[in-house]
């Protein structure tokens, strides 16, 4: 599977940007696809996750970004979207798509049950 991360940007605080992972190659009729995001020095950190091949999916979220992000996924097309607004200066990254079959332990949000990644966008939020 390949993976191809599109849509960061530079962006003013309160502002927002739309993300873009499509997926390429074998493809599974029922993954996971997940947004993290990095910043030097620092682990990779899971942002956002959307489980399911039907119209809706099941999706989770950091606390950090609840209310303010959005995933959403494109199955036709096997892409998934992040929406986020109200921006602010600590969601400075490089953002990162990751995708896998559904994990039966449960843990979405832990970047080493990933086995394929995009090769990251950055987002620079300015204050």
């Known amino acids: 599977v390949q993976l191809q991360a599109s849509g960061g940007g530079l962006v003013q605080a309160g502002g927002s940007l739309r993300l873009s992972c499509a997926a390429s190659g074998r493809t599974f009729s029922n993954i996971i696809m997940a947004w993290f995001r990095q910043t030097p020095g620092k682990e990779r950190e899971f942002v956002t996750a959307i489980i399911g091949g039907g119209g809706g999916g099941t999706t989770y979220y950091a606390e950090s970004v609840k209310g303010r992000f959005t995933i959403s996924k494109d199955n036709a097309k096997n892409t998934v979207h992040l929406q986020m607004n109200s921006l602010k200066p600590e969601d400075t990254a490089v953002y990162y798509c990751?995708?896998?079959?559904?994990?039966?332990?449960?843990?979405?949000?832990?970047?080493?049950?990933?086995?394929?990644w995009g090769q990251g966008t950055l987002v620079t939020v300015s204050s």
């Open positions: 990751a995708a896998d079959t559904p994990f039966l332990n449960g843990r979405y949000y832990d970047r080493r049950q990933y086995d394929y």
